[in-house]
């Protein structure tokens, strides 16, 4: 058993011996994509538009989800709420923004196509 951990010990310490920063090759894994230029992913409307959608979930949310916390006091179960709204509020700002991204990017593709 010793002899085995003292094999691989060895084993581990030669690879990290011989790997080396910088002799690194920076291998290509694009698999015959197309490079795509540097393009604005979303307009100023749209990242508006996300951030009003986002701001009416978090709206809707903190209302929907103030009976759902456990204060007898009005403040207090409304700023529990808010802080409940919050990441639910994030994730549809996320789920937002990569619909939009990917709508966009289905629109470019089929102009270019039909061009």
């Not at 959608?53 to 709420?81: E, H, N, R």
Request: charged residues 15%; glycine residues 4%.
């Amino acid at each position: 058993m010793n002899g085995i951990c003292f094999y691989f010990k060895s084993l581990i310490l030669n690879i990290i011996h011989e790997f080396r920063f910088d002799r690194l090759e920076i291998v290509n894994f694009s698999f015959g994509m197309r490079q795509l230029q540097y393009q604005k992913l979303l307009s100023k409307t749209q990242i508006l538009i996300g951030i009003i959608l986002s701001i009416g979930v978090f709206v809707l949310m903190s209302i929907i989800l103030k009976p759902f916390t456990f204060s007898p006091d009005p403040t207090i179960a409304q700023i529990q709420a808010c802080f409940a709204a919050v990441p639910i509020a994030t994730t549809f700002w996320f789920a937002c923004n990569m619909f939009m991204l990917v709508l966009s990017d289905q629109m470019k593709r089929k102009k270019e196509d039909a061009e």
